[in-house]
């Protein structure tokens, strides 16, 4: 039997073009040096040859890129508040900083991080997702300022920092914008009714008392009680209590007494049994209340 062999032949045939019709399909990038070093107003690249690998830096971050698929890990990140310190009726923008296990640095905008503060919701009244912090109505006037909490996480990694948040006063008397607009409608005094010194609602405690106590100057059963009443069994106490009280706000509550109310002068009373409270009311008992008369008052004052 006779077999015939068949061979297949492959022909590869090579194309020359001129170099006028090469530059009519070959597209060349403005931003791939092949190696060199190129820059532009806000942006500069050292490039290996490929395009692939290599260090850019645009503005204040660095960024060293690699291999397709390359891995990188944050090391830490840093967060800011901008500003630091914020009035009531302002607004702060957080943001952040990663630090990668390359030694490269990144930012991160309010979005790219998760938010959050044991602070809220006082005297931080929230923090959007955006990174947009709303301070809450403090009572900390200008220049005094209460100090917020302000964690920020990124991949595993979180950082704090501190916001120092108060309430404006454009007139200095004491009484801050957002107080004075919650209940007047207005951030300064319009009429002889919503100035700090004024009694709007008669009730014998002033606008500026009304304020640092945290009560309503437009509802004239919103006042500040000091109660005296005997001790059963015990002549020689006195049951003390007072409302309302405001908590977590900076108020401080100390009770006073004197002895003669001609010239009189308050001091501190020491003499008293442990401080009750219900979250609305104080109560305590002065044990030495031995005097022929004693006044008591109660100072309430803010940071």
Not at 7 to 15: E, N, Q, R, Y
Not at 89 to 116: P, R
Request: charged share 10%; net charge negative; with cysteine.
């Amino acid at each position: 039997m006779k077999v015939n062999t068949l061979g297949l032949a492959v022909v590869v045939l090579a194309a020359l073009c001129s170099a006028a019709y090469a530059s009519t399909i070959v597209t060349t990038s403005t931003i791939d040096g092949g190696g060199l070093h190129t820059t532009s107003a806000n942006y500069a690249i050292d490039n290996s040859i490929g395009g692939i690998d290599g260090i850019s830096s645009a503005s204040a971050d660095t960024a060293k890129n690699g291999y397709i698929g390359q891995l990188t890990e944050v090391v830490s990140v840093t967060v800011t508040s901008t500003p630091d310190s914020v009035g009531v009726g302002s607004t702060a923008a957080l943001s952040g900083t990663a630090t990668l296990d390359d030694s490269t640095v990144s930012s991160l905008t309010g979005s790219d991080v998760i938010w959050s503060s044991p602070n809220e919701p006082y005297p931080i009244a929230s923090i959007s997702g955006s990174g947009v912090l709303t301070p809450a109505d403090v009572y900390y006037v200008s220049p005094a300022a209460v100090e917020a909490v302000v964690d920020g996480y990124y991949l595993g990694a979180s950082n704090t920092t501190m916001v120092a948040l108060y309430a404006p006063d454009s007139i200095g008397d004491g009484i801050p914008d957002w107080w004075r607009n919650l209940y007047f409608g207005a951030a300064t005094p319009t009429n002889s009714s919503d100035c700090a010194t004024c009694d709007f609602d008669g009730t014998g405690q002033n606008n500026f008392f009304k304020f640092v106590a945290g009560l309503n100057p437009t509802n004239p059963s919103s006042v500040f009680v000091l109660s005296i009443a005997p001790v059963a069994g015990q002549p020689t106490e006195k049951a003390l209590a007072y409302n309302p009280i405001l908590v977590g706000y900076g108020q401080t509550y100390t009770v006073q007494y004197a002895t003669n109310l001609a010239g009189a002068v308050y001091a501190p009373l020491t003499t008293t049994s442990v401080l009750m409270t219900n979250g609305n009311q104080v109560s305590l008992n002065d044990t030495q209340a031995t005097q022929t008369q004693k006044f008591y008052r109660v100072n309430i004052s803010l940071p």
